[in-house]
């Protein structure tokens, strides 16, 4: 069982830290030109289809953090018999990392998107919590468009929805003590 929670940690990391990424990329000095909307301002049925928190500065944030920190555990990986002992299902070494890494911040990214978009059409506030799935849509979208890439039992992608389900409310919290977010959930 801490062989498979491990693994969930370690494997889900550059699409967990994609998801975060654009909190910190809101406090880059002189990135206020990449800060346009990823929907440029249209609306739909009279709501805004994503809203102003979707920027384009995100994503390449979620993009470049999810390839630095792939390429940082190939290099782990490659170099520690302990990560690949935990890692059975993945061999980094084998695996087409910066295709994947890019998936992970794309699929954690994209679906937090279509996730704001369901919460404007039924008048949830930007910012506001949308329990669970404001804690689901980037696990279902990494895990989805990584499997592209990577097959994994089962199981697997139970442990990985699990662990970082309960990792997504600790660091929105510690987000929130930091002044990071607006709420602590």
């Not at 994503?59 to 390429?71: D, F, Q, R, T, W």
């Not at 520690?80 to 911040?105: K, Q």
């Amino acid at each position: 069982m801490l062989k498979e929670i491990l693994f969930a940690m370690f494997f889900f990391l550059p699409a967990g830290l994609a998801n975060a990424a654009p909190v910190f990329a809101n406090k880059v000095p002189n990135s206020d030109w990449l800060a346009k909307p990823l929907d440029f301002g249209k609306h739909l049925r009279g709501r805004r289809i994503f809203g102003d928190h979707k920027t384009f500065r995100g994503l390449i944030a979620g993009i470049v953090m999810a390839e630095i920190v792939i390429i940082i555990q190939f290099l782990v990986y490659k170099n520690s018999a302990w990560t690949r002992d935990i890692s059975p299902h993945v061999n980094y070494e084998h695996t087409n990392i910066l295709l994947l890494g890019f998936l992970f911040a794309v699929g954690a990214l994209g679906f937090d998107a279509i996730k704001s978009f369901f919460k404007r059409q039924i008048g949830v506030k930007p910012g506001g919590t949308w329990f669970p799935f404001d804690q689901i849509d980037y696990i279902i979208g990494g895990l989805l468009l990584s499997s592209v890439v990577v097959d994994l039992p089962h199981s697997s992608y139970l442990w990985i929805a699990l662990v970082w389900f309960l990792i997504h409310p600790a660091s929105t919290f510690i987000a929130w003590l930091l002044g990071l977010k607006d709420s602590p959930l």
